[in-house]
């Protein structure tokens, strides 16, 4: 599979937006679900349970973001799904992949005593899948608008103008109005 290195980055910014909206909105789906569950500081408390806690957890969730879109960008053209469907069925098919893994940061975190339990939480799940489905709408609909194919009925630069500077005389002659 041949990667192609602007579609990748594009796919690299879409997810790192996605990722952004899914730390933007955890505040306001926490009193929704009733769990304190917070994905930066789950991150964060991994390495420091300092003040810097909140800083590293958001860097390395942009972080996954980007990789995610990256990898999404070089594969989503090739899913044999609607476009709409994509980045949500790959976002929810990773919660669904990856939500066992909660059994052990429950067990082996760090800070697990300062986490709210997961693994055997309901409300936690649902939230997580709330938090997947807003993160894959957004990349799957960002990624798709910045590595959107070119449109054939808008004529290309290269076409309209010569290394001159003043277009071509072809243009000219074929322009709408001009054997009137």
Do not use: C
Not at 11 to 16: N, Q, R, S, Y
Not at 97 to 121: C, E, F, G, K, Y
Not at 146 to 167: F, M, W
């Amino acid at each position: 599979m041949v990667i192609d290195r602007v579609r990748t980055v594009r796919g690299a910014f879409a997810g790192v937006v996605a990722a952004g909206v899914w730390l933007a909105q955890q505040p306001l789906d926490k009193p929704i679900f009733g769990i304190e569950y917070d994905d930066s500081e789950l991150l964060g408390k991994l390495f420091t349970r300092g003040p810097a806690w909140p800083l590293i957890g958001a860097a390395i969730h942009l972080g996954n973001g980007a990789l995610m879109g990256a990898a999404y960008a070089n594969v989503a053209a090739r899913m044999p799904l609607p476009s709409w469907s994509r980045g949500p069925i790959v976002a929810l098919a990773e919660h669904v992949a990856t939500w066992p893994l909660t059994i052990a940061v429950d067990r082996v975190h760090p800070a697990r005593d300062d986490l709210p339990r997961l693994a055997a939480s309901g409300r936690a799940f649902a939230q997580a899948t709330w938090r997947h489905l807003v993160f894959g709408i957004v990349l799957g609909e960002l990624e798709r608008r910045l590595n959107a194919p070119p449109d054939p009925d808008i004529p290309s630069y290269e076409h309209v103008v010569s290394s001159n500077g003043h277009g071509t005389l072809e243009h000219v002659a074929s322009a709408p109005g001009s054997g009137d």
